[in-house]
């Protein structure tokens, strides 16, 4: 339990700092002390996490679902979360898919190969990757549904 534990307190942590922790501290009723207690790797928060109704509104705020991420990836769930695109209607069928992937998936090659240059993939280069490969999934998302409206 001490991984799983550990795996939540760094997307609490991400998830607060996403937010701003002033800001974090006015939609959760919470003290910056309360706070960084829910992601304290010290073994006496060890079994401290931050309330899900805190998650939520956190959440809420964020630009990404940081720990509902985290706790659907525990449970081997794939979860779709799309920011992007907010100015086009999704239009493009299967063709624009196919497009977008080829260069996404060349975005993230890219990413790759610098990111190995050295040796060693660094926490700031494994986001960026891990930015692209989820880009590269949600473009796969949108060739299923198209697919489907096309051809279901």
Do not use: W
């Amino acid at each position: 339990m001490a991984g799983v534990g550990s795996y939540l307190k760094k997307h609490t942590e991400a998830l607060v700092k996403d937010v701003g922790i002033e800001p974090a501290c006015e939609l959760t009723g919470k003290s910056k002390a309360t706070l960084g207690r829910y992601y304290s790797d010290n073994d006496e928060h060890a079994d401290r996490f931050m309330p899900v109704d805190a998650v939520a509104a956190l959440e809420e705020a964020s630009s990404y679902p940081h720990v509902t991420a985290a706790l659907a990836e525990l449970k081997g769930i794939t979860l779709s979360f799309d920011e992007r695109r907010r100015n086009t209607d999704g239009k493009g069928g299967i063709n624009q898919d196919v497009i977008a992937l080829s260069q996404r998936f060349a975005m993230l090659m890219a990413e790759y190969n610098t990111s190995i240059d050295d040796g060693v993939i660094t926490v700031n280069e494994a986001k960026r990757l891990l930015k692209e490969t989820l880009a590269i999934q949600q473009v796969l998302i949108d060739m299923k549904l198209h697919l489907e409206e096309e051809h279901g």
